[in-house]
């Protein structure tokens, strides 16, 4: 595979950039204390770390030198589905262990690929390797054997690491609906960040994809060799620094696990109509909602109902979730004073409860089907 001198300088730089970036990283992982999340980070680091290095090998044709390594780091690059899933599950998921088959199956990934490369790998020695690199020295038997060996794997490793990608995409969602199940306030704890660099890890690995596909095919655009790294190299300084400044979560930041099949109401229909009046004239009595900090917890001792008594009267009763249920108060004590108040949309906001403006903005356009200040507009249209 040829790769003109022109185009080679700018991956190389930007590779080169990933790769301090990545080592600064993962220098800063190890020196972290070692918990399961810290130690599935330092796996996820050292694998980019072996795919930078693959990069750098092709791109300032350091291959030339060392043809036997060309390639083989594409069984590894496998594992960054998995090891960004473990990652996953070690920051948010309420049962920490992973079962043994989970470590088998992510095992699969490489194997595969080392089987579909056997005949590249095994096949051909150094010198027929290098030849590939020149259409004029490049023996064409020897190149499909290589298209198909490559092409193999990068079709073992699409479909290996989107599987695991909308499995951890799952987890971040279940353990977003734990936490709405228990807090009022989820913005510390739900790793919103981590959807986001999720999605943008799937575009760089699409990307990945479709770059060498053009070049074996020997296609070229005005990105080639330049899109796909500049991009690689900003999810991977936004995942780097955001992972590395995420706390750990204890078992009480994590919520609990959901069951798998709908809730079969254990309390009579009187008992949770009962403990939704007992809701109801907390909040709006005594204004709970307008502790930022309130959890189910604190809900349970403040009217003497147990959590469980409370989630299912909310789930079965009531058609929703706590953090549904306390944020709907806090809108109606927003609208309230919005109409009839002067100050500020944002010291409204941390009054009634809510402790992050986006959150309340989002929130409030869902419940009314505006922003706070149209909604104030609005009011004070109609009553003039």
Not at 302 to 317: D, F, K
Not at 330 to 342: D, G, V
Request: proline share 4%; hydrophobic share 50%.
């Amino acid at each position: 595979m040829e790769i003109a001198p022109v185009v080679v300088v700018v991956p190389t730089v930007i590779y080169a950039s990933m790769l301090g970036v990545t080592i600064f990283a993962l220098v800063d992982a190890v020196c972290k204390p070692k918990h399961q999340q810290t130690v599935f980070l330092i796996g996820l680091l050292v694998l980019l770390l072996i795919h930078i290095l693959g990069e750098l090998l092709i791109y300032t044709g350091a291959y030339r030198y060392l043809p036997a390594l060309a390639g083989m780091q594409l069984p590894l690059r496998v594992l960054l589905g998995p090891a960004l899933y473990f990652y996953a599950h070690a920051t948010m998921s309420v049962d920490r262990r992973l079962p043994t088959r989970a470590y088998l199956i992510a095992a699969l990934g490489p194997v595969l690929v080392l089987i579909a490369m056997a005949p590249f790998i095994v096949g051909l020695s150094s010198a027929e390797k290098l030849a590939l690199a020149d259409p004029l020295t490049r023996n064409p038997e020897h190149f499909k054997l290589a298209v198909l060996a490559c092409t193999s794997a990068m079709v073992i490793f699409v479909l290996f690491t989107f599987g695991y990608l909308i499995a951890a995409l799952k987890l971040h969602q279940q353990h977003r609906a734990q936490l709405m199940d228990r807090f009022a306030a989820i913005e510390a704890q739900s790793l919103d960040w981590f959807r986001v660099v999720l999605l943008l890890w799937g575009c760089t690995w699409f990307l990945f994809a479709l770059e060498y596909i053009t070049v074996f095919l020997e296609l070229r655009w005005f990105g080639s060799g330049v899109v796909l790294p500049l991009f690689e190299a900003v999810v991977l300084l936004a995942f780097a620094y955001l992972a590395l400044n995420q706390s750990v979560l204890t078992d009480s930041d994590r919520g609990v696990p959901q069951a798998a099949t709908p809730r079969v109401a254990a309390l009579s229909h009187e008992r949770m109509a009962f403990i939704a009046e007992k809701l109801n004239t907390v909040m709006t009595k005594d204004e709970l909602f307008m502790d930022e900090n309130l959890s189910l917890n604190k809900l349970s001792q403040a009217v003497s109902v147990s959590e469980n008594h409370i989630s299912e009267t909310l789930s079965q009763h009531l058609n929703t979730n706590f953090y549904h249920f306390v944020n709907g108060f806090r809108i109606e004590a927003t609208k309230t004073r919005l109409q009839n108040s002067t100050d500020s949309v944002s010291v409204i906001s941390y009054d009634v409860g809510f402790n992050s403006k986006s959150t309340f903005n989002t929130a409030f356009k869902k419940a009314s089907g505006m922003t706070p200040s149209g909604f104030r507009k609005q009011a004070q249209l109609q009553t003039t």
